[in-house]
Every structure is written in C-alpha cells, then in structure tokens.
C-alpha cells in the first residue's frame, strides 16, 4: 500500500525544522534492562524544544504554509504539548497563534503557551467544545487550523522522531510509541517502514481512553465517550488520516491503567533522573505488563515529553 | 604550594575508575542562559553510577586499597551517596560493605545501599553519632574506614569529574560546585589548578550549614553547631585535607538559603527535565542570587546528584 507521506517527504520536513529543533539523545539504563530482560533505547524528546516531541510537527505544519495562508495567523486545540508547538512555531513565523486548551489543562503548559506571545481561549475539556471554540476563531480570524495530529505536515514532522533514533540506533527490533491523535504513531509507523522495515511497531493506550485498541479491533475507527485518564496528552479521539497508517503498520497496541501508568513514570524518575510526563511513561508501562513480547529485543521507545505540573504530581 | 595530590595521581585515578563509572553529559539549556545572563555548562552527575558524582571517589578509594586491608572490608558514615558509593565499590570489590547513616537520611538512600548488600546500622543526625558508630565497627570487624571526603584518594576521585568537564570544555572561565565536607570542592580546584589554571574556583553552600564560609573567613576550620539545611547532602564538616587545598585555590563560597535552593531546584527540573536533589541545586541557587558575578561567562556547574525521596519532594 501507498501512503500519502513518503520517505522523501519525511526527509524533507527534518530538513525544514532541523534548525528550530534539538536533536535529542538516545538514553539507556543498565538498570532498567535488567527489570525488563531486554535492551531499551529511550528517545528523549521531553528534552526537545517545549518539553516534548510536539514541536516537530507543529513547526512543520506552520512552515509549510502558503505565505498568504500563513500570514493569517494559526488557530488549535490541544491540552498543551501541541498549543506550545504551535504557539513556539507562530512566534518564529512571526504570525499570530490562537490556541483553544481546556480549561483542565495542566497550569505549567498554559503558562508557556502565553509565554510565547500565543492568544488562550479556555474551553470544556471534551473533544466537542474544542473543536467548536476554535471553528469560532477561525471564522473571525481567518486563521488556518492546525490539528494537533490528524494532519499529513504534523504527521510527517513527528516522523522526524522515529528516523532519528533509527539512525542512532539501526538495529532495533521494535519501536513503541504512545498513542493519544495518533500522529507521532502513524509518523513513526512510517519512518519504521522507509528505515527499517524489518522492525515491528507497537503503541501504548491509557485503558481510560482506548479508542485506538477499539478501533484496530473493529477495522474502523470507534471512539471513547469521555475518556478519561492520568495521561492528559492522550485522551484525543484517533484521526482518520493517522488511522489509515495505523491500521496498516502498527502490530499491537497494549493497554495500560493509570496505576500502571504511574508506576512506570515512577521507574523512569527515580532510575533515569530524568523528568517524564505520565502520557510519556505509556509506552515503558506496556512493557512492563507485556514483558514476554519484548524479552531480548533491543526496542525503541519514543519519551515523548517532560511538561508536568510540579504541583500536582502523582507521587 | 604543592599539593598532596598530584596531576598524574588525577590521571591515574581516572583510568582507575573509568571501567566502572559513567562518562557523564555536559548540558545547556538556552532559556536559562537568558534568565541568567550567561553560558552555563551542567555537568550532570546525576547520571552517574549512584546517581551522583560520589561514585568517583568511593569507587577509587577501595580499589586504591592494599590487598589485604580490603578483603576485611570497608566502612563509613554518610547521609547517602557517599554510602551507595562505597557499597557499590565494595559489591565491585567483593568485599563486605559498613555503612552508617543517620536515620534522617532519605529513605531512596537507604534503600539502594541495601540492595548493593551492604549491612547498615543507623544512627542520630550528628558528626558524633556518625564517628562513634563507625569506630566502633572498624574495631569489631577490622573494615577500614573510608571518610566521605577528608581522604586523598576520595578527593582524586571527586577531581574526575571537573576534569571530564574541563575536557568536554576547555573555554570555562570559572568552575562552580557545592561544598559540605569539602571533597568534591577540593577535587574541583584541583582539577582546575592542573587543567585549566585560568579559571575561577567558586562554590555554593547553604547558609544552616556554612562551617566552609566561616573557615574561610577565619582562616581555619571552624564548625556550626547542629548544621541545618534541605540540602542533606551538603551538612557534613569540613575536613582538614580538603580546607587546606580549598583555602588556596577557592575564590569564595556563597551562601544560600533553603528557599532559593528550592527556587534553583525547581528552575532545573522545569526547564531541563532532570531530576536533581537539592545539595545540587546550591550552586545554581547561588549563580541566581549572584547574576554580576557570573555575567557573560562561561560556567562550569557541577549537578551533583538526583537521589531524591519522590514521596518527600519539597513542592
């Protein structure tokens, strides 16, 4: 099959944002390992630009704008990671960024999307309150929308992620990513086939919000009705362009529960001294529980972000 | 004046040590290079073996060892990572591991000092209790005592650290770490004085533990009664090895209070997403309170360790 994100486009947009971007370290951890039977190579992107992989997609989705489109302004809706790539993205473009977050949105992110200069509406936390406060803005404004996934520039910037890390590491067996939207899976589920086909992919799914597990199950996409879940980065509905390449490249997804969740994010910040959000731990926390599938394998796991709120951490 | 320790006893010590510890990373983070107003280099030893520099010195002190002293085994007192240190060398070693810790001493530590199978006894939270404990131990079992800092060979091992930062960045224009019993300090300027003799020497310590800000001032060691601070890895006292090198090579020491320690602590796990414990935060806290002193250099600061009690986190 033929998917509408090629390998040259994902070359493309790494050279597009390579300037804006860090390119984040490969971590491992002996200890770790040794809980887990099996070699894991931790891609850091909660060092990335905005604490979290987001800003790849974000800055490639604004960059690759017609100018007169661009000029506009850009509008979102994102519980944060997303907000902050789009508002660090307009801020660079020198555009105006109008940014829809739900009002149950961790403190520390709305904080750095109005420390870039970006406008805040608040909004319910539910997918249609989000989706109706920035169709607002959009008619006022004439911004151009930016989903926070279900958009082929964010999905071929994730991408960027997962090519990274296979050219540090090019030898993994497995590569696992969390999976809320689904664009840094769909993006790493093509980076795995143009860079290393050989490789299986997974993804990690908060029980609370599982519409992906459901939708590989029925073949079509099948939402939550308010999903819920300490992962605040994941509980968006699957987009139908990342579901296209999920439903073709993506062998399992595991689920996992908040206890689980924390737990896991726990491991990571203790061994690792290293500050991971809970959406982030998803993936380590569905290793632990599936330890069979990964025993020694060398697997990539995507850390996607590091933008917790000091306040209120579950420890 | 010539010192006890040598440049090749630095060069010697860090092949000693090579095999079994950690080459750690140096990090920079732009937004507080700008909150600041200068370069600062982190040297991250809260990647270390142990999650903290200790590693170094403890693990060149027992291999530094006659034969036969060692296979009585080792013991000490310390509030934690000089204690992880040496229990680590000793399970290296194969030797039987002492340890006393004041029973204050964050539960994470006592925890992982058990899992390298050392046998800990705990005591009260004072230099008496510490020495008498341990005295009492070296006499019933023959171990040789290894203090946390006033012992050359732990001093050459804590020099490693500075030298690996000088090498990754040889530009420094001043070096910064925390100081309590004085053993990573001394090793620092030592460092300093044989790699880069250019550089300035400065170091952070909590105003409820400044017997080193007193010492200097008085130009010999002069104690606090019962030290108190957040930062409990930094409430030892000064050693007589380590103040006569300090006093010669350190420009001055500022004092911090357990506020800005927080304040510091919070702005490194916010902005880098690392995890570090508070005696880590000294140095940065001071940088902070001191912004002219360090304006438009380059700043090496040693991050000392990330052994915090995730359930006793001070936000």
């Known amino acids: 099959m033929a998917f509408k994100v090629t390998q040259s486009d994902i070359q493309a947009a790494h050279e597009k944002i390579q300037p804006f971007i860090h390119r984040t370290p490969v971590l491992t951890c002996q200890s770790i390992n040794e809980m887990v039977g099996a070699e894991l190579f931790f891609k850091c992107e909660n060092f990335q630009k905005i604490g979290a992989f987001k800003a790849r997609g974000g800055i490639n989705a604004v960059l690759s704008l017609p100018e007169e489109a661009r000029s506009k302004g850009v509008v979102t809706h994102s519980s944060g990671n997303h907000a902050q790539a789009i508002a660090l993205a307009a801020k660079m473009a020198g555009v105006p960024a109008y940014i829809v977050m739900p009002k149950t949105a961790p403190e520390v992110k709305k904080k750095a999307v109005a420390g870039y200069g970006a ?6 936390p539910t997918q249609q309150s989000r989706e109706e406060n920035s169709a607002r803005i959009q ?8 989903s926070p996934y279900n958009d082929y520039a964010v999905i071929t910037g994730q991408a960027t992620c997962a090519k990274e890390l296979i050219e540090d590491q090019p030898d993994l067996d497995i590569i696992i990513a969390p999976v809320g939207g689904g664009g840094l899976l769909a993006g790493s589920a093509l980076s795995a086939l143009y860079y290393n086909p050989e490789m ?5 799914e908060p029980e609370g919000a599982k519409d992906t597990y459901l939708s590989m199950e029925a073949g079509t996409i099948t939402k939550v009705e308010k999903p819920s879940s300490i ?3 994941l509980l968006a509905s699957m987009g139908d362009k990342n579901f296209e390449i999920i439903k073709e490249l993506v062998k399992d997804i595991f689920l996992v529960s908040d206890e689980e969740i924390v737990a896991a994010m726990r491991i990571i910040w203790e061994r690792m001294k290293i500050i991971i959000e809970p959406s982030c731990a998803v993936p380590f926390a569905a290793i632990l529980k599936n330890k069979d599938v990964f025993a020694g394998k060398k697997v990539g796991v995507i850390l996607t972000g590091g933008n917790v709120d000091l306040a209120k951490l579950p420890f």
Not at 119 to 124: A, G, H, M, V
Not at 200 to 204: Q, R, S
């Open 231 to 233: 992962a605040d980065g």
């Open 200 to 204: 299986t992919v997974y993804a990690g």
């Open 119 to 124: 406008q805040i509406t608040l909004c319910e």
């Open 139 to 146: 008619e006022e404004t004439g911004a151009t929308f930016i």
